[in-house]
């Protein structure tokens, strides 16, 4: 009898092992394949996933207030949280002494949620200071090793050059009866390539036959291989000049406008002059080309960088009639085309990759700037920033060739636009405020502080080779260069 029941116990928990593997081995394998079971429906659904590469790497990742697991893809360096329900959920990015990134988002079954430019800001940042005795602007060297400063002194113009490594001022050189003048928001100084010179544009207080004075703009050019210089108006006998840019390629070389005609010349030879086309509204260079908008029409040429080649037409019209000649001309490449007039009025040529547009984009602009990689455009005014898309966007959050959006808007004054180093966030300025916006419209775009500055209108730059943000500040009794390590240094693993 109790053989009995023992065999009969035995029968029932081995059918029993048997019906929970039944039961257990679908859900499993359906675990597996990333299905859930939804109580709620009584049915298997296939799960989502949230993928994000944020910096700093090794931040805590929230979903609807419940820190969550998340497992690493050192392929492409992101962290991935696997097997979610579909729905909604709150998620946030969190480190202590980091700004929260957060966002409302959506979980789609089979489907991967990807957040690639998680950027997350300091709340406060020990700065470096270089002590320079104060100055009124800045301009960095394409080696991102020295730094001109312009400094109203004495009543003449000093230029002190800062060398950032060493943080000491390596010369200075003093223009009397000068002063910095970026004539109209048009000129700034400009480095040659290879750090050999810089230009200065200067308005320069005149005395007439009359022995009155007159002021009258003026480029000053810096030797740093003789460490002299001389004015370029003087060198090459022409009084007008405008629009100084140096030869990408060959030393000793600058391109300028005089009246509407455009020159190339020799600084170390005055009869080395090449003229490159006449009734020229601006210009603007690449490595291997010049280009050049052409009045009355504003139709855009190219030709060879030493002026003597073929001048290849790119456009053949312009969307609007002009009132005003275009004072700005951006070129990425032949394809890909941005123009601004004297009256803020902002147009894009683009030869995209289902269609070509030549169109107006905006009113009142201020400036605009290209992505490294050509497929988007910001361009702001003093209270708006705008994206436009030159090409399709195939990374999420996708977005289209030909398609506008707005990205902020202040009721104060916009200044500093610029891009980060990964084209997916600008940098920007109200007031004395450094801030951070990113580019991602899902649910809200994140805006964060970076550093605050004493000044009402600070100057700022981010380096994308140093990965340094330089910016003035007063914190004594004259404006200082200052800047920050930004963002977070990563190592080739990207941590």
Wanted: hydrophobic content about 35%; overall charge negative; glycine content about 6%.
């Amino acid at each position: 009898m109790v053989r009995a029941m023992e065999k009969f116990k035995r029968k029932i928990f081995f059918w029993l092992l048997v019906g929970l593997f039944f039961i257990a081995a679908p859900v499993v394998v359906m675990r597996a394949r990333g299905y859930r079971f939804d109580f709620s429906r009584g049915v298997f659904v296939h799960s989502g996933t949230i993928s994000l590469k944020n910096n700093p790497s090794n931040l805590d990742i929230y979903l609807s207030g419940k820190i969550t697991d998340s497992n690493l893809n050192r392929i492409n360096n992101s962290y991935n949280v696997t097997s979610l329900m579909p729905g909604s959920y709150f998620l946030e990015a969190k480190m202590e002494g980091f700004q929260t990134w957060s966002k409302q988002i959506d979980v789609h079954s089979g489907l991967a949620s990807e957040f690639w430019n998680v950027l997350l800001v300091r709340n406060s940042y020990e700065d470096i200071s270089y002590s320079t005795g104060g100055f009124e602007k800045f301009f960095i060297s394409p080696k991102d090793q020295l730094t001109a400063l312009a400094q109203a002194y004495a009543g003449g113009l000093k230029i002190k050059i800062l060398n950032i490594k060493n943080k000491s001022i390596d010369n200075e050189f003093f223009f009397g009866q000068s002063q910095f003048s970026d004539m109209g928001g048009e000129e700034n100084i400009e480095w040659s390539p290879n750090d050999d010179y810089i230009s200065v544009p200067m308005k320069v207080s005149v005395e007439k036959k009359s022995r009155e004075k007159e002021e009258k703009y003026r480029y000053a050019i810096i030797d740093f291989s003789g460490n002299s210089s001389f004015i370029l108006n003087d060198f090459l006998g022409e009084d007008d000049i405008r629009r100084v840019r140096w030869d990408p390629k060959e030393k000793n070389y600058l391109f300028f406008l005089s009246g509407s005609t455009l020159y190339r010349a020799n600084i170390q030879n005055t009869s080395d002059i090449t003229e490159i086309a006449q009734d020229v509204s601006s210009y603007d260079l690449s490595r291997t080309a010049i280009y050049y908008a052409q009045k009355p029409n504003e139709l855009v040429f190219k030709t060879a960088m030493d002026g003597q080649g073929e001048k290849i037409q790119l456009t053949s019209d312009f969307p609007v009639s002009l009132n005003t000649p275009n004072k700005k001309l951006i070129v990425y490449d032949d394809s890909r085309i941005a123009f601004l007039n004297s009256s803020g009025d902002f147009f894009i040529y683009n030869h995209g990759e289902h269609d070509n547009y030549f169109r107006q984009l905006g009113s009142g602009i201020s400036g605009m700037q290209f992505s490294n990689d050509g497929k988007k455009i910001i361009y702001w005014n003093s209270n708006e920033i705008f994206a436009y898309y030159l090409r399709d966007w195939n990374v999420q959050p996708t977005r289209s060739e030909n398609e506008t959006e707005s990205i902020t808007r202040f009721s104060g004054q916009i200044h500093n636009v610029q891009w980060l180093k990964d084209y997916e966030h600008i940098i920007f300025s109200i007031g004395g405020q450094m801030k951070i916006i990113e580019l991602d419209p899902r649910d809200r775009r994140n805006i964060m502080d970076l550093p605050k500055t004493n000044l009402d209108s600070p100057q700022i730059v981010y380096n994308n080779y140093l990965e340094y943000l330089f910016f003035t500040d007063q914190r004594g009794e004259v404006p200082d260069l200052y800047s920050i390590h930004f963002p977070e240094p990563v190592n080739i693993l990207g941590f």
